[in-house]
């Protein structure tokens, strides 16, 4: 009788708790469905990391060839020094130096070949010099298109997940990033004065002559007028000359970068646009006015 009794009295605490289990069950799931789709729009935010390990082999390559165009380079106008003529310092550093001005087509020109055998060498290494540039514009081409493609792929996947409505909004919340194209410009800059003020201080010249013999020369212009003469500035040149035209040139991919971020950014736009307007358009197509129900 005692256990019978107790079993009665469990009875409707167990109703009880039964009652209770579909509302907690349902807090449960929407707790559940809440961090989903908390985390498929952190998983979907805008801008992606899009430099992957796939791109380093690339880079690792090119800075191979280079490695070997340079020393091939060095090596071969090193044995040429006689075949060469122009004001003349060191034979290791000048042929260093002019390997350097010949790789990032500087030319001053201050340093030149004499001999049907230098020049037909010294053809062959600009022409290979020309190649490895054309693998630099590769790189710096599949970066932009890359990114580009990512950020799309992930806006419309923000879009089948959260909606068009939620990913526009995520995407006009957006801001272009200047970080990367502001310390190029620095870094420039610095290159830039750091260049005049050795060319004032070792090589001599003034200021007007400084300052345009580092604008022709970071711009890869080199007209030869004014160029490097002395050991020092020669062996200070092949840093400068290769660091500085490489910021130069990084300076324009980033520029370019962020032009083509804000031209994604409005082809996005458009892309989410144009569903919106589908999407009502099919909803009204199957809205049956006659008896107030929707088909579909």
Same mark, same amino acid.
């Given at each position: 009788? =005692? ?33 989903? %789709? %908390? ?19 690339? &880079? ?5 060839? &280079?490695?070997?165009?340079?020393? !091939? ?32 087509? !500087?030319?001053?020109?201050? &340093? ?33 298109? =890359? ?34 194209? @502001? ?12 260049? =005049? +003020? @050795? ?16 604008? %022709? ?10 160029? +490097? ?15 500085? %035209? ?10 370019? /970068? =962020? ?7 409005? &082809? ?9 307007? @589908?999407?009502?358009?099919?909803? /009204? ?12």
């Amino acid at each position: 009788m =005692v256990s019978k009794a107790a079993k009665q009295a469990k009875l409707p605490m167990a109703a009880a708790a039964a009652a209770a289990s579909p509302n907690s069950t349902n807090d449960e799931n929407s707790a559940e469905k809440t961090s989903k %789709t %908390t985390s498929t729009a952190a998983n979907s935010a805008l801008p992606i990391k899009i430099w992957t390990n796939e791109n380093f082999p690339n &880079l690792m390559k090119l800075g191979m060839y &280079l490695g070997i165009y340079m020393g !091939v380079g060095t090596t071969c106008f090193y044995t040429l020094r006689d075949h060469i003529r122009g004001k003349k310092t060191n034979d290791l550093i000048d042929a260093l130096y002019l390997c350097v001005v010949t790789m990032t087509t !500087v030319g001053y020109g201050d &340093l030149v070949p004499h001999s049907f055998l230098s020049q037909m060498i010294f053809s062959g290494f600009i022409t290979v010099g020309m190649c490895l540039f054309g693998i630099v514009v590769k790189i710096a081409a599949k970066y932009l298109v =890359v990114k580009q493609q990512m950020v799309m792929v992930n806006a419309l996947h923000l879009s089948k997940k959260l909606g068009p409505m939620e990913a526009l909004k995520e995407i006009e919340s957006l801001k272009i990033d200047y970080t990367k194209c @502001v310390i190029s410009l620095i870094a420039a800059a610095a290159h830039f004065v750091i260049g =005049v +003020f @050795v060319l004032v201080t070792y090589e001599k010249m003034d200021f007007n002559d400084a300052v345009y013999c580092a604008c %022709t020369t970071m711009t890869t212009v080199g007209f030869g007028d004014e160029s +490097f003469s002395s050991e020092f500035g020669r062996m200070f040149g092949i840093i400068w000359i290769a660091t500085g %035209t490489s910021t130069l040139g990084q300076l324009f991919l980033y520029i370019a /970068e =962020v032009y083509t971020d804000i031209e994604t950014k409005k &082809l996005v736009k458009w892309v989410l646009t144009s569903n919106i307007v @589908v999407a009502k358009k099919d909803l /009204e197509a199957a809205d049956n006015v006659e008896d107030d129900k929707v088909y579909g």
